[in-house]
């Protein structure tokens, strides 16, 4: 089962970046997550986990598994019959925004029964996450110099 959601955001890709990465403030801007618990330290790198509280869902631990600084990160869950892995990816786009794709992937002998029962759910949560992550980026703060400079200054 594959399911994806992609948004603009009107940020640069490194403050795009900045708030993909930020795990731990997920559950301030969506309410598809009530927590996230770094267990390995809040940093997204490679064999970090993340115990994930959402509305509705069994408490998950998500491990980072992928990394690619300032485009990409995936994590992976493991439940009895199926894998789930977690992807987001952001593209710069020649206006100076960014592009994220976030989506879940759900393979094994029980993925699709699951998605049988979690599928509305998922797409939901994706479309709340991708609004929220939008709105964390272009909240966050300036990530270069020229970007913390006022309008018109030189």
């Not at 801007?29 to 940093?43: H, I, K, N």
């Not at 994930?52 to 990394?67: S, Y």
């Not at 019959?81 to 786009?93: D, F």
Request: net charge neutral; aromatic share 8%.
């Amino acid at each position: 089962m594959d399911y994806g959601e992609t948004i603009a955001v009107a940020v640069g890709i490194d403050r795009a970046w900045a708030a993909l990465t930020d795990v731990t403030s997920y559950p301030r801007w969506t309410a598809s997550m009530s927590s996230v618990e770094p267990l390995d330290g809040p940093e997204v790198v490679v064999g970090h986990r993340f115990r994930i509280r959402q509305p509705g869902l069994p408490v998950t631990v998500w491990r980072v598994c992928d990394v690619q600084e300032g485009e990409s990160y995936a994590w992976e869950a493991h439940a009895p019959g199926m894998r789930t892995l977690a992807y987001h990816r952001l593209t710069s786009q020649a206006d100076g925004t960014t592009r994220i794709n976030i989506g879940i992937r759900q393979t094994g002998v029980l993925a699709g029964l699951v998605g049988l029962f979690t599928a509305a759910k998922t797409r939901r949560y994706l479309r709340l996450e991708a609004a929220g992550l939008k709105a964390a980026a272009e909240a966050g703060a300036p990530t270069t110099e020229d970007d913390a400079k006022p309008a018109g200054s030189q």
